[in-house]
């Protein structure tokens, strides 16, 4: 018998959302996950893995994760699976209500080259609190409670971005040279993913067995090394769908599919929409 988890939340996915989740059964997210907006993902107890773009991070109690839209991520479970995390999701539109000309300044955090913000004991105790004090309000719902949560997310943003521009960055560490490795091995597909990408001949590329490669790719990032190839396909395509005038089959040859059809089966698979669907709902 599986054991649910303890979850609430508040708002909805096309405005503000906060979503609160309790776990203490092993959990690893089972779908591959990029969207188009902002998440911030805050550790209330508990340690995940967190592979975010091009590496891991071991996030722990107190960490605050910034994910910027169209970023490829994935939580894995690390030591014990107990942990509980608050999530928010906010978009363009929300984040110009809540700042206004202020906007681009509450964004530094998701713009860093690391996507982890650790701050000192006092800076943790104040973020705690505050989201303490969030949760609270969305679970007791007093009155007037509906307009915390944005003034909440705010003070968050604001605070963060205080800190980066009155910190230097910390120096990234990889856990393993393997972490390491594999890390530069996501770079080399980023950066050749229009291409044909074998595993052998990547493995190859690297010096690495493809039985090894394939093992530590999945163990590592929580993607298969073909999944991986593929949803960086698909995010790419999707942006060249929304920001440029190519056509679909040009777009197709852009990203690595010699074959229309698989490319178009693909595409909707994992957005639910044909790419001629996806360009008109964006444009």
């Not at 609160?20 to 092993?26: G, I, Q």
């Not at 209330?44 to 592979?51: A, D, E, K």
């Not at 539109?93 to 913000?117: C, D, R, W």
């Not at 943003?157 to 393993?176: D, F, G, M, N, Y």
């Amino acid at each position: 018998m599986s054991i649910q988890p303890d979850i609430y939340s508040f708002g909805s996915i096309s405005d503000l959302y906060i979503e609160y989740t309790k776990r203490t059964a092993p959990y690893t997210m089972e779908y591959n996950h990029y969207h188009d907006y902002y998440e911030i993902y805050y550790m209330l107890s508990g340690q995940r893995i967190y592979f975010i773009r091009d590496r891991s991070y071991s996030v722990e109690q107190g960490d605050l994760v910034f994910i910027s839209k169209h970023e490829l991520h994935k939580t894995m479970q690390s030591g014990d699976a107990a942990h509980e995390r608050i999530i928010i999701h906010f978009d363009d539109a929300m984040l110009s209500k809540l700042a206004g000309v202020h906007a681009n300044f509450l964004l530094t955090p998701f713009e860093q080259q690391s996507h982890i913000i650790r701050m000192p004991m006092q800076e943790q105790l104040a973020t705690a609190q505050l989201m303490s004090r969030t949760l609270s309000e969305i679970r007791q719902q007093p009155a007037g409670f509906e307009l915390f949560p944005a003034f909440a997310v705010t003070e968050l943003l604001l605070s963060a971005a205080r800190h980066i521009q009155q910190h230097e960055p910390v120096p990234l560490h990889h856990a393993t040279p393997m972490h390491a490795k594999i890390s530069e091995v996501i770079r080399y597909i980023n950066a050749h993913f229009g291409e044909m990408l074998r595993l052998d001949e990547v493995a190859k590329h690297f010096f690495i067995s493809p039985y090894y490669l394939s093992r530590m790719f999945k163990e590592l990032t929580g993607f298969t090394f073909s999944d991986y190839i593929i949803l960086t396909r698909m995010k790419e395509a999707q942006r060249l769908l929304r920001e440029s005038d190519s056509s679909i089959t040009d777009i197709a040859a852009a990203v690595g599919f010699d074959n229309f059809s698989h490319f178009g089966k693909t595409f909707k698979k994992i957005t639910r929409l044909s790419p001629r669907q996806y360009r008109k709902q964006y444009r």
